[in-house]
């Protein structure tokens, strides 16, 4: 049962191919803004999958809590081989640690593709 179980996660990692999408900086800093009290940061994003064009940012702590956090858009439209700057803005006490993308797979839907996505950067 075992050895069964290693054989097929190793066929599993061996065969298959996987694609994520891409976010820089990995150690975005945060910047003050004019709004008193206010935080700034920016991330760029970089779709690498033609089956995925949603995706979510989350902002978390270091225990991957959601913290709050306002930009444009929570969830947004990147399609196949795009790429996005996101502008996050935090409050000045804030314990945000992680800024992330996760991809949206869509219900119902007969795609390709049955695994989710999440990149992540650390905040400096």
């Known amino acids: ?49 033609a089956d995925v064009e949603y995706y979510k940012i989350e902002v978390t702590n270091a225990f991957w809590n959601d913290v709050p956090f306002i930009t444009e858009e929570r969830i947004f439209k990147l399609g196949y081989m795009q790429r996005r700057e996101i502008e996050v803005f935090l409050p000045e006490d804030t314990t945000a640690q992680y800024i992330c993308t ?11 593709s049955i695994i989710s996505s999440k990149v992540c950067s650390k905040i400096k």
Do not use: D, Q
């Open 1 to 49: 049962m075992h050895s069964s179980l290693i054989k097929t996660i190793i066929l599993l990692c061996v065969s298959g191919y996987a694609s994520a999408h891409e976010l820089t900086p990995t150690y975005p800093e945060l910047e003050t803004t004019f709004v008193k009290g206010v935080l700034s940061t920016k991330v760029k994003m970089w779709n690498a999958r």
């Open 102 to 112: 996760r991809s949206m797979l869509e219900k119902g839907s007969e795609s390709r």
